[in-house]
């Protein structure tokens, strides 16, 4: 995969203060010469963090917190990118 640059941000907070529940955003771009390499770039990353970043498995609502676990079908998307960085 050819990427020149990639950048993430997260945001994790209430997005309203009316809000009871806290929300997360994240943002992940890839630029490439190619747009094929930027988004599969971007998947792969998706998927990382679906699978592996811990603070993407704490769920925060009314009535408190509590972590997830990665699905059976998000570990799959996840082993679909493994050997793609060669």
């Known amino acids: 995969m050819a990427i020149a640059t990639g950048s993430t941000a997260s945001l994790i907070g209430a997005t309203d203060p009316s809000m009871r529940a806290t929300s997360s955003s994240f943002l992940v771009a890839a630029h ?4 094929a390499a ?8 998706m998927d990382y963090l679906k699978t592996d970043a811990p603070f993407w498995k704490r769920e925060i609502g009314a009535s408190g917190s509590r972590w997830i676990e990665p699905t059976d079908a998000d570990h799959a998307r996840r082993r679909t990118h493994e050997g793609n960085d060669k």
């Open 32 to 35: 490439s010469t190619h747009r």
């Open 38 to 45: 930027a988004f599969a770039a971007v998947a792969e990353l």
